[in-house]
């Protein structure tokens, strides 16, 4: 019997104290059951501390699960869809996972910390979906989101930021590499990970070092360097479109969740093709989506760039001004580095094409009247934006 | 009185489901007589005050099924109905913990998880996979069954609606459909669950009003149909009616006269009046005969083909099947006055949980236990009840300070050995008073009064037969286009110009009104009227 507190919302999180002292703003909001900033400061800044500087961001909420044991990686290998027998201890993996009708569970990263030893961060909750799928292997499957203290640590400074605090060894540190390492006196371990698609890290430690971790970096803040700032999700949002990352259960219905037929999506129809690997042996899924490829594409999640300026908030996309409404804005921004609105978009294809000539139409207040503009729309293959200082080992020091 | 005058139409019963089809066909302009047999209206859905000072919804208690757009469509806010949501609801351990439910999602979650982090995760695939088959059945709640029996072509277009729905699941959904309505709900529960009082609270729903045991094949259905109310579109959401379950026949009776249908009470009838295969009318109690074009049953279909009716004015066929017409009685019910609050020291000071239901059964085994003695004629020796206290939101049931308790007991035989005496009935209410007061050490002090109903209560009063608050178990082969009867189940009786509405009658009971809305779309059919009776909002 444990206690249980019904007039508390959230959790805490570890680092409760040090946001709150940040937070200028009261805005929060709930993700996973812990209180997160939207916008701690303000948005312009917390953008471009991402783009520009330094941000640092609590990854608690984030759920981690630790999976161990003999049988690690082949129950990891059948439940996602990307082949992690090639994954190497110290190396970071983004992946996705499906049902049995191919259809996305959810996506997140696995991290292969050392032999028979993985940690698999996911943005929803999946114990249930995980001890499902562990039947007949022989593996430990321990949530640990509650447990380990977590910062993520992205912009062009960060690297520079890390290493003044006392960080060694990042600059061999590759996209996608897992540093063990000691600073401060506690054990820290340093991934070149993000959801910025920018340069940047997530720092792991255990729960009770989160003071030590903050420290490190807020100290820091202190002698004026580098431009540290909290961030709250706001700012994500708009970076992670940027970059062109998808968010489960904001840009597509997850599949455990979905009640009617046909709302689930496919990593197909995310775009997620590069991760789906039909060498490797069986994965959950596998079947339907080897059919799913045979078949012409019925409609994909298109990323879009629209002409003007006005954000195409729950737009609908229309083929052709003002024609048949063929899919809808599933996200969207005001990119400031590219000066232009940005979209990620649920789209119908017509014989396994996305139509040809794509429009929005956006409805827009100005003071408090409403107006309605078309946008043409264009198609984006890749990210809309990317830097070279996300891969370059070492990185550049700003 | 003239003996001459000839109503369009007479129901029998002043029932939820006899005042909804009364008033969608005085609203159609016909000249409706209501006839009950009480001296007061309501049937199951009444508020009466038994106790000086004290209103009991003696009856059903909750408010989730009843139709929207019934709601909407008699305008029954303006007729003074107001069904106000629960907060709330616990499951007691015997160990001294509990199982709460919030409605703040993360604060539900972490409950859960208190008990099972896997469950916690777990329950978002069951909601999901529940919210397919509520979205499913509710289409039908509004619609009259299609009779697979028959080629006319509304049938066949009915019945193509039905496949039509059931194709738009996905072929693994219509599989998991077909296991969902043939499972125990016991099995059902652990395919997602692992915690036992979380498995026993979800259970609680599967087995109220019905003669089935949480291990019992077909109780998973009947899960969902104490799941897919709503109050204000939050689908599974409970809600009190001001005033009382009574409220709701009260507006539904002000709607009726408002469009200027009247109602006798005291008035039972004894017998539907039959001449060369058509009914003609009713006879009541005294004597009396009344002539109508049409009469309306809102009787159970047992009552209605096996006593108001005559054996010779009926097909072989409806007799023997009236007669086998599966409606066990299965429940209790107490009404209880307080003097105050009753406290649970179990929950922490100022916990919401007292807003909503009270259960006390915490294992599936304690939930079976409790159904082998009902099977053995006797009543649960540790019952699972359902209690409510709505006048911690609901002021006008008790005097300022004080409460009503509701107590839904499951399981009371209809007979217990040697019948029911009143000393019997009064041990099964101390059954039931004992288990509230282990969980509630002030219990007995603060107990002013209490009325105990057995099923023998229940049908001498209100007329249920067994007391069965279904009407009919609800059970696969007494749903949809079996219920009442296979190819009676469009509200047609066997003689013309006889209807059923009752909630013998699909989709079913639990004050929903659907039965009586969905008969009246068929007797104005019939009578080339106007339809009054609303459409299915939809869900999408």
Redesign the interface.
């Known amino acids: 019997?444990?206690d249980?507190?019904?007039l508390?919302?959230?959790?805490p999180s570890p680092f409760d104290s040090g946001i709150r002292a940040q937070s200028q703003t009261e805005n929060w909001t709930?993700w996973n059951?812990y209180l997160s900033p939207r916008i701690a400061d303000t948005l312009a800044s917390e953008y471009f501390a991402i783009r520009s500087s330094c941000s640092v961001m609590d990854l608690t909420p984030m759920e981690k699960y630790r999976i161990t044991g003999p049988d690690a990686t082949a129950f990891l290998n059948r439940l996602v869809t990307r082949d992690l027998t090639k994954l190497r201890v110290g190396r970071v993996a983004y992946v996705v996972w499906c049902n049995?009708?191919g259809k996305v569970i959810d996506d997140g990263t696995v991290f292969h910390l050392a032999e028979n030893d993985y940690r698999l961060c996911a943005q929803?909750?999946?114990?249930?979906?995980l001890?499902l799928s562990s039947i007949g292997f022989d593996v430990s499957i321990q949530?640990e989101t509650h447990d380990i203290a977590a910062l993520s640590v992205q912009g062009p400074t960060s690297f520079s930021a890390l290493s003044a605090a006392g960080i060694k060894g990042l600059e061999t540190l590759k996209p996608f590499g897992i540093l063990n390492t000691n600073v401060n006196g506690f054990e820290l371990t340093v991934s070149r990970t993000g959801f910025t698609g920018d340069l940047g890290y997530e720092l792991w430690a255990e729960r009770a070092r989160a003071d030590d971790l903050w420290n490190t970096l807020f100290t820091l803040k202190d002698t004026g360097l580098f431009d540290i700032r909290l961030i709250g999700l706001d700012a994500l949002e708009m970076v992670r479109i940027e970059a062109g990352f998808i968010m489960p259960g904001w840009d597509f219905n997850t599949a455990?969740?979905?009640?009617?037929?046909?709302h689930d999506r496919s990593p197909f129809e995310l775009g997620l093709d590069w991760i789906v690997n039909f060498d490797k042996p069986y994965f959950t899924g596998k079947s339907a989506l080897l059919a799913e490829k045979a078949r012409p594409a019925t409609r994909r999640l298109l990323k879009l760039t629209l002409e003007g300026n006005k954000p195409p908030v729950g737009s609908f996309i229309f083929h052709g001004k003002k024609g048949k409404q063929t899919g809808a804005v599933m996200a969207q921004t005001w990119s400031p580095i590219l000066k232009r609105c940005l979209a990620l978009a649920d789209v119908d294809f017509i014989d396994g094409h996305p139509p040809n000539d794509l429009w929005a139409e956006i409805y827009y207040q100005k003071e408090l009247k409403w107006h309605v503009k078309w946008a043409r729309c264009e198609i984006v293959e890749g990210q809309f934006w990317s830097h070279p200082r996300r891969r370059a080992t070492p990185p550049m020091p700003f | 009185m003239t003996i001459t005058k000839n109503y369009d139409a007479i129901i029998i019963g002043a029932g939820h489901n006899g005042l909804t089809n009364a008033a969608f066909l005085a609203k159609a302009g016909l000249d409706v007589l209501v006839l009950e047999k009480n001296a007061h209206i309501g049937g199951a859905t009444v508020s009466r005050e038994l106790y000086d000072g004290w209103k009991y919804s003696n009856c059903s208690y909750v408010c989730s099924l009843f139709r929207p757009e019934i709601y909407q469509a008699l305008d029954l806010g303006r007729h003074g109905l107001e069904v106000v949501p629960l907060q709330g609801g616990v499951t007691f351990k015997q160990?001294?913990?509990y199982f709460?439910s919030?409605h703040?999602?993360?604060?539900q979650?972490?409950?859960i998880a208190?008990h099972s982090?896997?469950?916690?995760?777990?329950v978002?695939?069951f909601n999901?996979d529940l919210?397919?088959w509520c979205?499913l059945i509710r289409g039908f709640l509004l619609r009259t069954p299609p009779d697979p029996g028959t080629f006319r072509p509304r049938d066949a277009m009915e019945f193509a609606y039905l496949l039509k729905k059931f194709y738009?699941?996905?072929e693994?959904?219509l599989y998991e459909f077909i296991r969902f309505f043939t499972m125990s709900i016991a099995e059902y529960l652990e395919e997602y669950f692992e915690s036992d009082v979380i498995l026993a609270h979800y259970s609680g729903g599967s087995i109220i009003g019905t003669g089935l045991g949480v291990y019992s094949p077909g109780t998973a259905y009947v899960l969902l149909h104490h799941a897919m109310g709503d109050v204000d579109g939050s689908i599974g959401s409970w809600g009190f009616a001001r005033g009382g379950m009574g409220s709701v026949s009260k507006a539904l009776a002000s709607a009726f006269c408002a469009h200027g249908g009247s109602i006798r009470t005291d008035a039972e009838v004894t017998n539907i009046n039959v001449s060369n295969q058509r009914a003609t009318g009713v006879t009541l109690k005294n004597g009396e005969t009344l002539r109508a074009k049409i009469v309306v049953s809102n009787l159970d279909a047992k009552r209605t083909f096996l006593n108001v009716m005559h054996s010779e004015d009926l097909p072989g066929d409806v007799v023997k099947r009236a007669k086998n017409f599966k409606i066990r009685g299965s429940s209790g019910k107490l009404n209880i006055a307080l003097d105050a609050m009753p406290e649970f020291p179990a929950l922490?000071p100022g916990?919401?949980?007292t807003l909503g239901h009270l259960h006390f059964s915490d294992t599936l085994e304690r939930l079976e236990r409790a159904y082998d003695d009902w099977k053995e004629d006797r009543w649960s020796s540790d019952p699972y009840t359902d209690t409510v206290i709505p006048t911690q939101f609901d002021p006008t049931m008790a005097p300022p300070g004080k409460h009503m308790m509701s107590v839904f007991v499951q399981y009371c035989p209809v007979e217990p050995e040697g019948g029911w005496t009143d000393a019997k009935r009064d041990a099964f209410g101390k059954t039931v008073l004992d288990q509230l007061a282990e969980y509630s050490p002030n219990f007995y002090d603060v107990l002013l009064h209490a009325e105990i109903r057995t099923p023998r209560e229940l049908e001498a009063e209100v007329g249920l037969t067994e007391g069965n608050i279904f009407q009919g178990e609800l059970t696969l082969d007494q749903l949809l286009f079996n219920r009442p009867f296979p190819g009676y189940a469009q509200y047609r009786g066997p003689v013309k110009n006889m209807y059923m509405c009752s909630s013998s009658t699909h989709p079913g009971g639990g004050v929903m009104g659907a039965p009586g809305a969905n008969a009246a779309r068929e007797i104005l059919r019939d009578l080339n009227k106007s339809d009054t009776t609303p459409e299915d909002f939809g869900d999408?």
């Open positions: 019997m444990s249980h507190n019904y508390s919302t959230h959790e709930g059951g049995d009708e929803h909750h999946q114990l249930d979906w001890l949530k455990e969740s979905t009640i009617r037929a046909d | 160990n001294g913990d709460g919030y703040h999602h993360d604060i979650r972490r409950e208190r982090q896997r469950d916690a995760d777990a978002v695939r999901a919210m397919k979205r738009e699941l996905s693994s959904q922490p916990s919401p949980l999408d």
